[in-house]
């Protein structure tokens, strides 16, 4: 399977508890995105990496989330001290560099549940 | 924030009928892209249109495109069991001279096609 993957599909944890999730994208892509989605809701952009530069930050970023590229290609996003409200769908994406037009492909993402 | 709206909310029909579902957005777009969602997983790219285009066919699939009224259109023909889903519009940002990045979606309109 060559598409984007995601680990793990599901986690559960306690609030205050840190968690990391991890994205694979499609080999040749370079960019990369996560977005996060509510239940009922489309996905909203969080952020991107152009290789393994992190080019833009949504303000739903809070400074408890970080994310990293370390070698432009598998990244990882982590949130610190997890609070209820971060309960979510994280969806990662990627696409090829070339070209103002690209779709982007997104992994099965990873459902957290934060109790 | 979400970039628009997408009506209806939810959509019923039978097998064979066809199914349209309407999306509003906010700002100047690149283009704009249609997602499938299947309970609980990914999303699935369906179709690309450019904001030079007016009508795009993919399979029983059938975009359309107002830019002067922000709104897209997405007609699905003869319609399937397995087409039970959540479809949302994407609009890509204009940003970096003219580059696409994140994708802005919409709220999605949940589609029932029984049997």
């Known amino acids: 399977d060559t598409g984007v993957s995601q680990n793990p599909r599901h986690k559960i944890t306690k609030r205050g508890q840190n968690v990391t999730f991890r994205c694979d994208p499609i080999?040749?892509?370079?960019?990369l995105y996560w977005y996060r989605q509510t239940l009922g809701q489309g996905p909203e952009f969080l952020t991107y990496?152009?290789?393994?530069?992190?080019?833009?930050k949504s303000r739903l970023l809070s400074d408890r989330f970080s994310a990293e590229r370390p070698k432009g290609s598998f990244s990882t996003l982590e949130i610190q001290r997890t609070e209820q409200g971060d309960s979510a769908m994280y969806l990662c994406?990627?696409?090829?560099?070339?070209?103002?037009?690209?779709?982007?492909?997104f992994g099965p993402g990873t459902r957290l549940t934060v109790l | 924030s979400q970039q628009g709206e997408e009506d209806p909310q939810a959509l019923s029909i039978q097998e064979g009928e066809n199914a349209t579902m309407n999306c509003s957005y906010k700002?100047?777009?690149?283009?704009l892209q249609w997602y499938r969602q299947n309970s609980g997983r990914g999303l699935v790219h369906l179709i690309l249109?450019?904001?030079?285009?007016r009508e795009k066919h993919s399979g029983r699939l059938r975009v359309t495109l107002d830019t002067s009224k922000k709104s897209s259109s997405l007609l699905i023909t003869a319609s399937r069991a397995a087409d039970t889903a959540s479809y949302f519009c994407?609009?890509?940002?204009?940003?970096?001279?003219?580059?696409?990045?994140?994708?802005?979606f919409g709220t999605g309109t949940l589609l029932a096609v029984q049997p």
């Open positions: 994406a990627s696409r090829e560099t070339s070209g103002s037009i690209g779709t982007q492909y």
């Open positions: 080999s040749e892509h370079n960019r």
């Open positions: 990496f152009q290789n393994e530069a992190q080019l833009e």
């Open positions: 700002t100047s777009i690149n283009n």
């Open positions: 249109i450019r904001s030079n285009e």
């Open positions: 994407a609009t890509a940002d204009m940003n970096y001279g003219g580059a696409t990045n994140k994708l802005i």
